[in-house]
């Protein structure tokens, strides 16, 4: 949460920052901020609202310093407001400091710096970096080229919990200073100009060169050069990694928002994510992992932890390895997991989803697996993420930038990888040739089936019409179709703001169809032809007691029962849920542009969670 971005170079920095934090709104849109330096004067022009109010600041037209920081917020300590806003100043007004992350022990530091003299105009966690740095800088009477560094080293040595920071002083104008611990923040290298970012696809329309840097290394920017040091200021060397994401991926490309786009993206994510890892003839492999038949075989469980729509594409995981592997697996939220010391060790493999890579719930997760002796692997989208540096192995989805707040491409990517990832699973453990090859068969097909599914989404518009007021929808699905109700249940809510709730269908009798009267809408999935009758009596019952319904089948109902049918393409039960979310993605996306809401960015809501 939060969005960082900086700039050094020779062209006017305010524009570059503004433009960046409009691409990185996403991870927060509180409030926002920017400070250049200005003739050796640090400026600071900041207000609540989204980012685009900075336009109304009067000035900001003016500054025409070459080197700024800025940020966009999402509240953690204090409520959004001007002073709360980043970034925020030393009382002498010689540091400028921009975060993201929180800082646990900013009570005990605010203290110490108060009793020193310090006063503190906002009630953030933020406004003693710049002070601490301050302290330590008015401490040192050298004046040699390291002191501004030395400055943050030892601020920071005093900071507990999480944070992403940039630092311009006035005294040291070709200067910039970034560090990070648990907050994700990258460097990209221009032609005598450097960026900073929260995320690659922020400023991946001026770079695709980067540099990623792990806890506690700090960067000292200048116009042609970035220097790294690590937490006792000895140098280390880095160097770029190119990414391969094009600048155009980050843009809507004539949607009228991300999140539309990121759907009808799906297709192409889902051939991405399978590119060459086995083919009608030969094995599945994943060129990164080198796991054999003896480990698979000595595990007594497999764990995967996630948060939000990342779990449910793990619960998808569940069923493949569980059927295909023949090993069981459980399935649990990070933010729950590491907190009820869970039955991990060296014959647990746990395996962590992230889209962003950076959920603080998800890395601590996997942190504490680690220290239990457990083999790691992370699933992320994003080359480099936190996740992927801490975890033994890693594997990466190919949907490309998602900005979208709610989760779409990454979610049918994740439930792609992880299916391969089972399958690979099973040809090690020599499970069943039949079932592995013809749902590797299926899976080759997919894309297209994809594309077929996307041809449905008139209906799904017109259905949504008749919806879009209502207080509550309820999901009903059972087996792997209860996973997918979990999904557009949530994805209904975190864009619509409607209430909604996702059960087993079989559940419905043991308590929430009392909540069913008439006209209330029900959508059920049913691709499993050994569940569809159970699920349909379940649905009769709800239809007596007057409920609207929209079935998403691909199997053969009495159309004429309900007063919405969206028949999509058949395909093997274990990828079902890819094509099965499409019509819940539609359906959620146009009961919130039918209400007007701002889809990409629904309230309260950010992209990445980096707080716990
Ligand atoms: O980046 P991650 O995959 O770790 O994010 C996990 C969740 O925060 C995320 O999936 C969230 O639930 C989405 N907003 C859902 O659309």
Known sequence: MCGIVGYIGNQKASPILINGLIRLEYRGYDSAGISTIENNELSLMKDKGRVKNLYNIEGIDNLVGTIGIAHTRWATHGKPAKENSHPHMDNSKTFSVVHNGIIENYNELRKFLTDNGYTFYSQTDTEVIPNLVHYYYHKDNHTDELKFLRAVKNAC??????????????????????????????????????????????????????????????????????????????????????????????????????????????????????????????????????????YLASLNKIYIVACGTAMYAGLVGKNAIEKLCKIPCEVDVASEFRYRNPLVDEKTLCIFISQSGETADTIAALKLCKEKGAKTLAISNVIGSSITREADDSIYTHAGPEIAVASTKAYTSQVMLITILAIYFAEKLEMDSNTINLLKKDIMELPKKLEETLKLSESIQEFSKKCYQEKDIFFLGRGIDETVAREGSLKLKEISYIHSESYPAGELKHGPIALIENDITVVSIMTDCNLVEKTVSNIQEVITRGAKTLVITNQNVDENMFDMVIKIPDTNPFISPILSIVPLQLFAYYISKEKGLDVDKPRNLAKSVTVE
Do not use: H
């Open 157 to 294: 040595s005093n900071l507990k919990g999480s944070y992403a920071i940039e630092i311009i002083c006035k005294d040291y104008p070709n200067n910039m200073i970034v560090t990070r611990k648990d907050s994700p923040l990258v460097i990209g290298k221009g032609e005598e100009e450097n960026y900073i970012s929260s995320d690659i696809p922020a400023i991946l329309s001026f770079t695709r060169n980067f540099y990623l840097l792990d806890d506690f290394d700090l960067a000292v920017l200048t116009r042609d050069a970035v220097s790294f040091y690590d937490k006792d200021l000895n140098a280390i060397p880095k160097n770029t990694e190119m990414i391969e994401w094009n600048a155009s991926s980050a843009e809507k490309d004539g949607y009228e928002d991300f999140m539309l786009k990121e759907i009808y993206e799906q297709p192409t994510a889902i051939r991405e994510t399978i590119g060459a890892k086995f083919n009608e003839t030969t094995k599945c492999e994943f060129d990164e992992l080198q796991y054999t038949k003896d």
